[in-house]
C-alpha cells in the first residue's frame, strides 16, 4: 500500500512562506495525480492545489498566485511552496494521491492515497 508523508508545517507570521513536502513511497503507477488539501477546525475540507504526472497544475482560488505546487517524478516528491501567508491559510495541510486521471483534480473524494497532515499556523 504506497505511504504518503508529509513535512515542513509550523508557524509563521502574515505575509511569511512555508515550504511544505510530501514523499511517496510505494507508488510506482505510471500515470497518476497529487495533491495538497487543507482543513481547518470547524471547516469543511478544501483542495488547494493539484499537479498530475503530466505536470498540469490546478489551484483553488483562494491560494492562485500565493501558492506553488511542483512534482518530482523521479523521487515521487510533492511541494507545496506557499507564500503571503495569511491568517485564513491556517489548517492541517493533507497530501493525496491517486493513479489515472480525473475530471475534479481538487476534489478530495476522488483520491485513494492520504498522508498524516501537517499544521500550518499563520499568526497576524
Known amino acids: 500500500v504506497p505511504k504518503l508523508v508529509e513535512s515542513g508545517g509550523g508557524s509563521v507570521q502574515t505575509g511569511g512562506s512555508l515550504r511544505l513536502s510530501c514523499v511517496a513511497s510505494?507508488?510506482?503507477?505510471?500515470?497518476?495525480?497529487m495533491a495538497w488539501f487543507r482543513q481547518a477546525p470547524g471547516k469543511k475540507r478544501e483542495g488547494v492545489a493539484a499537479?498530475?504526472?503530466?505536470?498540469?497544475?490546478y489551484y483553488s482560488t483562494s491560494v492562485k498566485g500565493r501558492f506553488t505546487i511542483s512534482l518530482d517524478d523521479a523521487s515521487k516528491t510533492l511541494w507545496l511552496f506557499m507564500d503571503n501567508l495569511q491568517p485564513e491559510d491556517t489548517a492541517l495541510y493533507f497530501c493525496?494521491?491517486?493513479?489515472?486521471?480525473?475530471?475534479?483534480?481538487?476534489?478530495?473524494?476522488?483520491?485513494?492515497?492520504w498522508g498524516q497532515g501537517t499544521q500550518v499556523t499563520i499568526s497576524s
Open positions: 499537479v498530475t504526472s503530466a505536470q498540469d497544475t
Open positions: 510505494g507508488f510506482t503507477y505510471g500515470r497518476y495525480y
Open positions: 493525496a494521491a491517486s493513479p489515472e486521471s480525473t475530471r475534479d483534480y481538487l476534489n478530495g473524494d476522488f483520491y485513494a492515497f
